[in-house]
C-alpha cells in the first residue's frame, strides 16, 4: 500500500488464525497521523504531524523546501459512536509544498489520570 493512501484512513484491523482479513475504517481526514493511544475512558487519540505551512521555508539538502507551520494536532476518535474530533490544534508542523512527509507531532501517550502528553520527532 502506498503511505499516502495510508495517511489519509486509519485502519483497525483483526486478524484470525484463518486466513481472513477484516479492517473497518474508523477515521478519515487525518493529516499524516504518526501514533495512537486508546485512553482511559476507551476513546482512541492521534497525534497527527499536520502538513506544514507557509512561513519559514528551508532548503534542505534532497533539494526540497520545506516550510515551517501550526497545522499538527490530536484527534479523538470515540470507538462506541465513531464522533472524531480535532482536541488539540496548532502544534509545529514541518512539511513540503505537498504536505506529505510532515515532521510534528509523532506519538501520545496517556500518564496518570488519564492525563496525555504529547511527543514530536
Known amino acids: 500500500m502506498h503511505s499516502h493512501f495510508l495517511s489519509k484512513y486509519l485502519f483497525l484491523a483483526a486478524v484470525s488464525t484463518a486466513p481472513i482479513f477484516a479492517a473497518d475504517v474508523i477515521a478519515t481526514g487525518l493529516n499524516n497521523p504518526r501514533g495512537i493511544a486508546i485512553a482511559p475512558d476507551g476513546?482512541?487519540?492521534?497525534a497527527e504531524a499536520g502538513t506544514?505551512?507557509?512561513r519559514a521555508c528551508i532548503h534542505a539538502s534532497d533539494n526540497t523546501d520545506p516550510c515551517f507551520g501550526t497545522t499538527g494536532s490530536i484527534t479523538r476518535i470515540s470507538l462506541r459512536n465513531g464522533a472524531q474530533t480535532r482536541v488539540v490544534t496548532g502544534l509545529?508542523?514541518?512539511a513540503g509544498a505537498s504536505g506529505g512527509g510532515a515532521i510534528g507531532p509523532?506519538?501520545?501517550s496517556f500518564k496518570?489520570?488519564?492525563m496525555a502528553s504529547s511527543r514530536s520527532v
Do not use: E, Q
Open 43 to 46: 476513546d482512541l487519540y492521534v
Open 52 to 54: 506544514g505551512g507557509k
Open 92 to 94: 509545529p508542523s514541518l
Open 106 to 108: 509523532a506519538g501520545i
Open 112 to 114: 496518570d489520570r488519564g
